[in-house]
Structures are given as C-alpha cells and as structure tokens.
C-alpha cells in the first residue's frame, strides 16, 4: 500500500510544476501606447532570466508578441487593458504677449499679468495675439498669432508624458518675417498649467515678446 | 541633512537683516556662527542688491539676461545643489522677496539655470502612478533658462537667455 503513496503524491506535484513552466505564446494589440510603453508595461510580467524556460517577448507598431505562462500572459492581458486606452486630446491655448511700451493693463491677460508685474518691472503688456488649438496625442501642431508688428508661428509635438504631464515638444515661437527668429525648447504641463516663455528680444519686434500655453485635457 | 544644509535652504528666504546675521532667529544666530554660511548670506544680499540695482534702472530683458548669466556663473556648485534639492513646496516665498529669492537662487546656479542638455524620450516608467515627475522644463543645447514660480500655482514663469 504504502508504495503507491509516494508515487501518488509526487505525480500530481511534477505535474504541476510542469504546468507552470510550461509557456504559452499570445499576442496583444496594441491600439493607444507606443511600442516602448507598451514593453516598459509588461516586462515586470516576463521572466527573461528564467532558468530553462525564459520568457520572450517581441513588440511591433501596433502589436505585442510576448511567450510566458499562462498565468503571466493573463496578468499581461490585464495590465494592457488598464493602460492602453485612449488619451484625452488636449486643448492649448496660446497668447502672445507684447511687454514694455505700454502703460495700460490689458484684462484679457490679467491674471498672467498679475504674476508678470511682480516678477519684472515692464511698464506695461498687452495681448498681441490669441489662439487655441486642438491636439490629439502624439499629433503635430502648428498656429500662426498675429502680433501688433507682425506674424508669429508657433510649432510643437504634443503629447501625454504621463497621466497628469502634457509633453509639447520642441516647442517653437517664431516670427515669420524674413530671419524668422525665434525660440524653441521643450515643456511639461500640467492640465490647468499655464507656462510663460520669454526671453531678452529675439524677434524683429521694439517689444520683448512672451508667449503663455494653457493646457486642458479634453474627454471625447 | 547637516544645519548648513538646512540653513542654506533658509538663506534663500531669510530677510536682509537675518543674512547679515543680527537678530536672534535660527538663521540670524546660525549665520553669526558659521563663516561659510555668512559668505553665502552676503553673495545673496550682495545679488539682490545689484539685481534690484538693474531693475530699478531700466528693467529690458537683456539686462535681466546679465545679471541671471553673471550670478549663474558666480554659482558655487555644492551650494547649488543644496538648493535644487529642496522641494519647493517647502520653501513658500512672499511677494515682496521675489526678486532676492531670483536673484538668490540664480546666485546658487542649479535650482533656476537649467543647463541645456539632451533627455531620453519619455519612457515607459512614466505610465505608472510611482513614476518620477519630469521637469517643467528640458532646455535645449547651449539653452539655459530660470524657471520662475510665482503666487499662482497654475502659472510659471521661464526666462530664456
């Protein structure tokens, strides 16, 4: 009797260990994250240093190939159903500002102005020029604001760098005369942030010329 | 975090009278005791002093350029970072100081002159909740900016130059 006991008990357990070391491959569609988000997300999930059986995975544009257990391969599918979703398209609106040469307050900037006439010692600002763009994630933008003394471009790669973080990359303010000078860096901002860019004259304007970028996250 | 270190984050705030030592607050007492914080006291003083010079005469963006570039060079290193790694809602500023905290923290060099430098592209950290917050700012090469926060949370200042 008792030499069936052992076999008895060890057979189920091999198997089960075998069970879990056995992999399975599945691929996922991706439809909303970048390839490379999409692999930060799920490497946790596969064992590349398992000993004997490693888990693999390979990411294409729009798809996800990964080989692990059954188990991981479910944990994977949940991550990515939480994660890869659509992203609210974002809602930027620029005003261009003209500082110095001017004495009035100008309301429709009173609240920028506000913090600006604490920081410099302007005698004045005033709107030159308004705009509101609407972008989708990772879409390329590009408004043209009309100065008093002549046209600017604005230019940017918007897109979310996190849950709460809207990434305008290579943003450019620049005038559009012949030289078309102007500045170019990259943001981080917040929804509700309002960023203002200045800098020592760089355009072919008497003013020194700051440009404010309000974001808002816009749900479909 | 050592006393100079903490105290250091105080100079940015303290009032005049404070750096230059007299009173009896922390860091008025602190300041009377330690030579190398007293140095540091009066480059802040010193800085606000010749910014409010600037700014009183003709305030133009290049002369604000000039004083940010000569304080950022003057900037001592290990200072510096002493002040970039204080959170900044631990340091609440008045309206009234300002300029003295601009000019100091453009005296200290990191915390507001942000050399240019290249980032990697966002990465995929950045999804989750625990990720690290990205800067407001990632100037580009050569680009160094001030990055200025004011009384309302929702908007920030940054100067290029």
């Known amino acids: ?220 | 975090m050592s006393p100079c270190e903490k105290m250091r984050h105080l100079i940015l705030e303290g009032e005049p009278h404070e750096l230059r030592g007299e009173g009896g607050s922390p860091l008025a007492v602190h300041v009377r005791m330690c030579p190398r914080c007293a140095r540091a006291a009066t480059r802040v003083l010193d800085e606000t002093e010749r910014l409010d010079a600037f700014l009183t005469r003709d305030p133009t963006g290049a002369q604000v350029d000039a004083v940010l570039e000569r304080a950022g060079r003057a900037a001592s290193p290990s200072t510096a970072r002493a002040a970039s790694d204080a959170p900044p809602a631990a340091r609440p500023r008045s309206p009234s100081r300002r300029w003295a905290v601009l000019a100091a923290a453009a005296a200290v060099g990191a915390l507001l002159l942000l050399p240019g430098r290249s980032l990697p592209p966002p990465g995929p950290e950045l999804l989750g909740p625990g990720a690290r917050r990205l800067p407001t700012v990632e100037a580009m090469t050569g680009q160094r900016v001030a990055v200025v926060e004011t009384d309302n949370p929702e908007i920030t200042v940054l100067w290029f130059f």
């Open chain 1, 1 to 220: 009797m008792k030499k069936w006991i052992i076999p008895a008990l060890v057979v189920p357990l091999l198997a089960g260990c075998g069970g879990q070391s056995e992999l399975d491959t599945r691929t996922f569609a991706i439809n909303h994250l970048r390839p490379h988000e999409a692999t930060a997300l799920i490497e946790p999930y596969v064992y590349l240093d398992r000993e004997g059986v490693p888990g693999s995975y390979s990411a294409a544009e729009a798809a996800i190939t990964v080989r692990e257990t059954p188990d991981n391969l479910d944990k994977i599918a949940r991550v990515l159903a939480e994660y890869d979703v659509p992203r609210s398209d974002v809602r930027l609106r620029f005003q261009l500002i003209e500082a110095n040469g001017f004495t009035d307050s100008d309301p429709a900037i009173a609240e920028v102005e506000a913090e600006l006439r604490k920081i410099f010692q302007f005698r004045g600002y005033r709107l030159g020029g308004e705009a509101v763009v609407m972008a989708t994630d990772g879409s390329r933008i590009e408004q043209a604001l009309a100065g008093s003394d002549g046209f600017y471009s604005v230019q940017a790669a918007v897109y979310w760098a996190q849950a709460d973080l809207i990434r305008l990359d290579e943003v450019t303010l620049a005038s559009r005369g012949p030289g078309g000078a102007g500045l170019t860096t990259t943001v981080n901002i917040r929804p509700g942030q309002t960023l203002v860019l200045g800098s020592s004259s760089r355009y072919d304007s008497p003013n020194t010329i700051l440009l404010t970028v309000t974001a808002e996250a816009v749900d479909g």
